[in-house]
């Protein structure tokens, strides 16, 4: 009695797996320039304002910047832990700390060199922007009445 009750379970298990997996597994109609929309949205969403599909000469030069800044923080970090190690294995070999300290000393120079080049590039840049940027001058045209003429 046990075996055929199993066996019920099981078609009916199974003729319900089937018919769940047909629709799951169905194809869908997709539109190709609704997914590239979507996920071109995606990535706008995600990414901000450093995902652009009108991606100009400007901005990406203004990203590889950042990415250059970026590298020369992480080539920094491997320096100056490199040194690290180097400080702290020296064992009173001073040749070992001398040219340990020469690292310290020479990446912290480098890396004050490379924060003080990017803040002068980012005021230059900054300026030249805004004396660029046409302003509009507050007065009206067209025959507006003005307080200095009564």
Do not use: H, W
Request: positive net charge; glycine residues 10%; charged residues 5%.
């Amino acid at each position: 009695m046990n075996v055929k009750r199993f066996l019920g379970f099981a078609l009916v298990f199974s003729m319900v797996f089937s018919i769940c997996s047909v629709f799951v597994l169905s194809p869908q109609p997709v539109f190709a320039q609704t997914a590239t929309n979507t996920i071109s949205q995606g990535l706008q969403n995600t990414a901000g304002t450093t995902y652009d599909t009108n991606l100009t000469a400007t901005v990406f030069i203004g990203n590889l910047i950042k990415a250059m800044i970026g590298a020369t923080g992480i080539i920094f970090l491997v320096i100056t832990v490199y040194a690290g190690i180097i400080y702290m294995t020296a064992m009173g070999d001073t040749e070992k700390v001398k040219k340990a300290k020469t690292m310290l000393s020479s990446s912290v120079i480098g890396i004050l060199i490379i924060i003080g080049a990017y803040a002068l590039t980012s005021y230059i840049v900054g300026a030249l922007s805004q004396a660029t940027v046409p302003t509009q001058s507050n007065s009206t045209t067209g025959g507006g009445s003005s307080a200095e003429g009564s």
